[in-house]
């Protein structure tokens, strides 16, 4: 292994040598942009030497821990030395290329973004894969990246679960009775060696809609809240709770293991995934909308109250999917209303979409 390190850094050694000579003999732009291009230079050799040894002492790590033999070790050394000498000689042969490009189009300027660091981009410095990015905001893959994000958006039926009632005798529209649900999820991976088992985790907006039947409306009655009959025929009647929720979820399923010589990852892309769980938040508001006519005329009511509601919004959910689409179930375990002498509950029954 060190010999091959050794005719690498040599083969780096005589290429830099080569191609800052050339670069000395072709240059005719200043002085500055001389100096620029050979400290840039410097760096590429010094980037992929520290990217080699920070590859070296991850495998030996793993050596250590019996997670590979000493001939895959050696095997992901070697690699790993053939790939960063190729990288060092395919990277300058790119700097000649753009400084010969600016022999001969002298209105062209180099990347420069400060003085800290010189850069050559392709692609974004946002981006793990980059060819070339330099300077003091350089990012480097991370080895092992146990935790992931994702945009979560759901929606779908809303209704209640009434004690000592079916759902085909809800007082609220089926169809029109609807939820969504907007937010973002923190997955975590479990075990050091395996991916079986995530803990996914966040924060989301759940808006739970209901849609009375037979022209009713809430109305709070003291302490209690019933459905009466509104006295003009609706074209409208919703009800809305707003909660703020942080949903707990264990996610099981299969995994694919992606490893390189410098980084491994855990792929769920084309496997089941099951979530089961639940979520404890609280209730921002509660309001009704009633469309109606009178005397000809439409007219919209929009009422923000308490209505009695509880504050403290906690339940259980699940969701079982394929490439970021699941079926989602949610159930509310606190009672809608606080002091209703028959407990209703919310059931939710929708898709859920996790966007990374």
Known sequence: MKSLITISTAVTIWLLTVMYGHAQETQTGSTQKIEQVNTLKEKIVQTEKEALKTTVENVNSRLSNGEITEAEAENLKQSAAQKHALNIENKLAILENKMALMDRNPEIEPDIEDDNGFML???????????????????????????TSDFVFAFGLNNVIT???????????????????????????????????????????????????DNRFFVANGEVTDLEVYPQHLKKSKFRMDNLVVPLHFEFGPSKKIESDDYFRYST????????????????????????????????????????????????????????????????????????????????????????
């Open 269 to 356: 892309a084309n496997k089941l995934t099951i979530g089961l769980g639940g979520y404890a938040g609280i209730n921002l508001s509660t309001r009704q909308k009633l469309k109606f006519e009178e005397d000809g005329e439409d007219r919209k009511l929009k009422l923000k109250a308490n209505y009695n509601t509880n504050n403290f919004i906690y339940g259980l959910s699940g969701y079982i999917g394929w490439q970021g689409i699941a079926a989602y179930v949610k159930y509310d375990l606190n009672t809608i209303f606080k002091n209703n002498l028959v407990d209703q509950r919310n059931v939710s029954l929708g898709l859920r979409f996790d966007v990374d």
């Open 121 to 147: 981009r392709i692609g974004t410095s946002d981006e793990d894969d980059d060819v070339i990015y330099l300077g003091p905001k350089n990012k480097k893959r991370k080895y092992d990246k146990r935790t």
């Open 163 to 213: 004690k000592g009632e079916s759902l085909e005798d809800s007082n609220f529209k089926v169809a029109g009775s609807r939820f969504a649900e907007l937010g973002w999820a923190w997955k975590t991976r479990v075990f050091d060696n395996t991916n079986w088992l995530r803990i996914k985790y966040g924060i989301s907006f759940q808006f739970n809609g209901l849609k009375p039947t």
